[in-house]
């Protein structure tokens, strides 16, 4: 008998007949004696049709009013799911993130969980009860509805499994774990048996969005057992025995020494980059802070930072934004560019950075002189390049998104099992 948290995305709760599917499956969990919290995203398509209702009235919607809204798609899932469950003799209580209440800061549309109050969820699960929050939302310390940004459902089941140290939290998705890419653009994609947390940090922060970043950051801080798994597959009882193929999923853990020893555990790239540009600048002290300041108090966040030497004592100024930003930012930077006496700014939002992820890569040279050789052989201009000690990224043009991460999928020999 196990206290698990399992979480169901918006796929897998995306129409009432999958809804009964995932109450089916829940059934069964608790017919084996295990104890069950759930959560659930909104079913799938709804967040953006929400969405794009706000944006119909405001391009950027009062923040506020925003999650009041978007945190409606969740409320409707988690009733569904509840009657699903009790018309099946399964005892299941339903809890927006206000009536668990999951704390947060007041960062509306993107905030973080603080704390989390465990008691009524203890009392309901002495009581025999499945327990089924709302994804994606808090409450602030004044009583207002936030939500965690998109995704975020994943972070709240993980939050929860920590607050209640669960045995396990289960992701259940549409695909059945974590692949060395996306399957969606590399069919020949292969699922991991196990990846490190520090390496899911980065192909989450990198842009796999199988997980959301803070998801896997909480798991690592607090130590929650975190596995990715297919809602599609029969129910795996004991995800320990690995003679038993596909239905493991991945389970992120700790780099250990029976990992297998790839150099490469997988391809990340992020479709939600844009870049600007400021060019002869005068090269001094100080130089980079009055460009990024300015950019930084607007808000935006800075991801990529290349400086070059210039002509004639003055230098270019390079750095990537968020898609969403890149207006913003690029007005901002034509405002610092007359201060500066700065030559000229450029942009360009046709951009992508795919990146290689792998613990390996720290006692193995050579692997960024392969990755620029296949996407050279290619006839793939690399824009920007940025390393640390276990991942390389590239800025390339968005058209050869597909090309570059397959055709370096294949030269890593990804597909292939390495022990
Ligand atoms: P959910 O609605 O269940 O939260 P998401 O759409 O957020 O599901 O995440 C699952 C999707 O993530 C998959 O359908 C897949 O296309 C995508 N994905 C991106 N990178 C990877 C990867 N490395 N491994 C598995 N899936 C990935
Ligand atoms: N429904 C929210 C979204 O679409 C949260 C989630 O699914 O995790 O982003
Ligand atoms: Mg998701």
Known sequence: MALIVQKFGGTSVGTVDRIENVAERIK???????????????????????????????????????????????????????????????????????????????????????????????????????????????????????????????????????????????????????????????????????????????????????????????????NVPLRVLSSFDEPNFDLDDSSKDSSNGTLITYEEDDMEQALISGIAFNRDEAKLTILGVPDKPGVAYSILGPIGDSNVEIDMIIQNIGADGTTDFTFTVHRNDFEDAKQVLTGVANDLGAREVQGDDKIVKISLVGVGMRSHAGIASKMFKTLAEEGININMISTSEIKISVVVDEKYLELGVRTLHSAFGLEQKTV
């Open 28 to 222: 069964k969990f608790r017919d084996h004696g295990d104890d069950i919290v759930v959560v659930v995203s909104a079913m799938s398509g709804e967040t953006n049709r929400l969405v794009a209702l706000a944006q119909s009235i405001d391009e950027k919607p009062h923040a506020r009013e925003y999650d009041v809204l978007l945190s409606t798609g969740e409320q409707v899932t988690i009733a569904l799911l509840s009657m699903a469950l009790n018309k099946r003799g399964v005892p299941a209580r339903s809890y927006t993130g206000t009536q668990v209440h999951i704390l947060t800061d007041s960062a509306h549309n993107k905030a973080r969980i603080l704390d989390i109050e465990e008691r009524n969820m203890r009392n309901n699960l002495n009581e025999g009860k499945v327990i089924v929050v709302a994804g994606f939302q808090g409450v602030d310390e004044e009583g207002n509805i936030t939500t965690l940004g998109r995704g975020g459902s994943d972070t709240t089941a993980v939050a929860l499994a920590a607050a209640l140290k669960a045995d396990e939290c289960q992701i259940y998705t549409d695909v059945d774990g974590v692949y060395t890419t996306d399957p969606r653009v590399v069919p020949e994609a292969r699922r991991l048996d196990k990846i490190t947390f520090e390496e899911m940090l980065e192909m989450a922060s990198l842009g796999s969005k199988v997980l959301q970043i803070r998801a896997v950051e909480f798991a690592g801080k607090y």
